[in-house]
């Protein structure tokens, strides 16, 4: 069993950044990725980003460039460094281990998640 732990959340005006950290615990030796998803009010949960045990990382397009996954295997901690954020980014964050392929495309199975950190964005 794993669990997750996120911080860092918080209320930022447009333009500002943010950095988010997510503490592992625990064991499971069927995952191989950990990353960020976000839920804003009234849409479906979305990856972010994602980053394998092999530092392999992974955007959606609406953050790439001003979003950066990092993560401290020593630590066991994941970190997204959020710049330049927009009003659409605000979201609650959760963060997510689980396993992930790569068949042409990414394919996510997160067992495991956060009670997530929420972000506000405004003007």
């Known amino acids: 069993q794993v669990q997750l732990e996120e911080s860092g959340g918080g209320w930022v005006h447009v333009g500002g950044s943010l950095r988010l950290s997510c503490a592992a615990s625990?064991?499971?030796?069927?995952?191989?990725?950990m990353g960020w998803y976000r839920q804003a009010p009234g849409k479906q949960r979305e990856m972010v980003a994602t980053v394998t045990i092999s530092g392999v990382t992974n955007y959606s397009d609406f953050v790439k460039g001003r979003f950066t996954i990092s993560r401290d295997s020593a630590k066991n901690t994941v970190f997204l460094q959020m710049d330049s954020l927009k009003l659409e980014d605000t979201a609650v964050y959760y963060c997510?281990?689980?396993?992930?392929?790569?068949?042409?495309?990414?394919?996510?199975?997160?067992?495991?998640w956060g009670e997530g950190t929420l972000v506000t964005v405004s003007s």
């Open positions: 625990g064991s499971d030796s069927s995952v191989n990725t």
């Open positions: 997510a281990a689980g396993r992930s392929t790569f068949r042409g495309s990414y394919y996510y199975a997160m067992n495991y």
